[in-house]
């Protein structure tokens, strides 16, 4: 009885003697006020369905579009410019790019639908030019050739995260293809978009 007594302290005293000294470690609270100022805490989440996407990617193949804004909302946080927005692109199968993009301001992630195909990320463009301003991704520059810029095979159920900045070109679709592209815009440079109100090229 008295060595279980006994191994019980002990224990007691070791738990105690590691749960203090963690206590010790443990940071005080955030004194911030619980409504940070110029932050917003009122605007509205933004729902699109999985019908919705194929049925946009099903307008876009009828219209032969290939990259065609869903939307682009206000994003919250610290300022009114930052913004985020869904696009979805297609690739025919053999489609391929001859250029490289790169946006100043905008990342993108794609999330892969359907299909497979191959694109080179990153390295060092060589003949950069300035483009024209995207309505969907603002900002950048284009190229032929990148030193350095790596072959990655995108397919269905893939996540591909491009900072912005990275330059980034498709390479070759091995059958149809199709992603959804979540750009993060942080300086606003695209202009705000409804869900729904999506423009098609007219194919006749």
């Known amino acids: 009885m008295q060595t279980t007594i006994w191994r019980h302290c002990a224990v007691g005293m070791f738990v105690m003697g590691v749960?203090?000294?963690?206590?010790?470690?443990?940071?005080?609270?955030?004194?911030?006020?619980?409504?940070?100022?110029?932050?917003?805490?009122?605007?509205?989440?933004?729902?699109i369905t999985a019908a919705q996407i194929e049925a946009h990617k099903k307008k876009m193949i009828a219209a032969k579009d290939d990259d065609v804004p869903m939307n682009m909302v206000k994003a919250g946080g610290g300022g009114d410019k930052h913004q985020a927005g869904v696009s979805v692109v297609n690739r025919n199968k053999g489609q391929k790019n001859p250029n490289y993009a790169v946006h100043d301001d905008v990342?993108?992630?794609?999330?892969?639908?359907?299909?497979?195909?191959?694109?080179?990320?990153?390295?060092?463009?060589?003949?950069?030019?300035?483009?024209?301003?995207?309505?969907?991704?603002?900002?950048g520059s284009a190229g032929t050739t990148a030193v350095g810029a790596r072959d990655v095979t995108i397919a269905k159920g893939d996540v591909l995260i491009i900072p912005a900045g990275t330059p980034h070109k498709w390479e070759d679709a091995e059958e149809f293809t199709s992603y959804v592209v979540v750009r993060i815009d942080p300086d606003g440079v695209a202009p705000l978009m409804e869900l729904g109100t999506a423009k098609f090229t007219d194919p006749n």
């Open 19 to 47: 749960a203090a000294p963690l206590a010790a470690q443990q940071p005080p609270n955030d004194p911030s006020p619980v409504v940070l100022p110029a932050h917003h805490y009122d605007l509205p989440a933004t729902l």
């Open 107 to 139: 990342a993108e992630v794609y999330y892969v639908l359907e299909g497979k195909g191959h694109m080179k990320l990153g390295g060092k463009i060589s003949d950069w030019k300035r483009r024209p301003v995207s309505a969907g991704n603002g900002r």
